[in-house]
């Protein structure tokens, strides 16, 4: 864990060294490319495996943020953006981690069967704040519409993104900071 707020620049899609380097607690800024999708489109990504389909976007070292932006305004490249809760992808997302998805970003806790998948497939969580959205929407410098338009907000989207700040919650070993977090002001 770090003991200090020492920002570490990343880029998406990443790599095994980048993820390895990662530990609960660095605060990080995001540069590259990630891709949107919640439940719904985990529903339909996961459906499609089973049936044995191709998916409409390779996994491989990518990140997926979980959210489901507002309309743009106009001259906005996204409305608001901000982070939805994870632990409602929990029962896909091992299956997506397997895919060679390496990281993901929302809020909220885990299962213990997505931070086994981290450490088995080497892959990292990404809390993002909540109530952040204005912050966060000024990384976001492209949007495009990749699958299931018909889903709305919760289409899978491409973002560029220049900065993107969140904080590595689970790690490749598996460290959660929620509970070293807490472990940490906890009083005997």
Excluded at 34 to 42: G, K, L
Excluded at 82 to 100: A, L, V
Excluded at 112 to 136: L, P
Aim: overall charge negative; some cysteine; glycine content about 10%.
């Amino acid at each position: 864990m770090s003991e200090e707020a020492v920002i570490k620049y990343i880029n998406a899609p990443l790599t095994e060294e980048t993820v390895k380097d990662l530990h609960a607690g660095d605060v990080v800024r995001i540069s590259g490319y990630i891709y949107t999708a919640r439940d719904a489109a985990h529903k339909r990504l996961y459906e499609a495996l089973e049936r044995g389909e191709k998916l409409p976007l390779d996994l491989t070292d990518n990140v997926i943020y979980y959210v489901g932006p507002t309309p743009a305004k106009p001259g906005e490249v996204v409305g608001s953006a901000g982070p939805t809760t994870s632990g409602r992808m929990d029962k896909y997302t091992p299956t997506m981690i397997e895919q060679g998805m390496r990281g993901m970003i929302g809020k909220g806790l885990r299962s213990q069967e997505v931070i086994d998948a981290c450490v088995k497939h080497g892959a990292v969580y990404f809390v993002a704040v909540g109530g952040a959205a204005a912050v966060i929407t000024q990384s976001i410098k492209s949007e495009t519409m990749i699958a299931y338009e018909d889903l709305g907000p919760e289409a899978i989207r491409r973002y560029e993104v220049k900065d993107f700040p969140a904080i590595v919650c689970i790690d490749s070993e598996g460290n959660d900071f929620y509970k070293v977090g807490i472990a940490k002001y906890k009083k005997e």
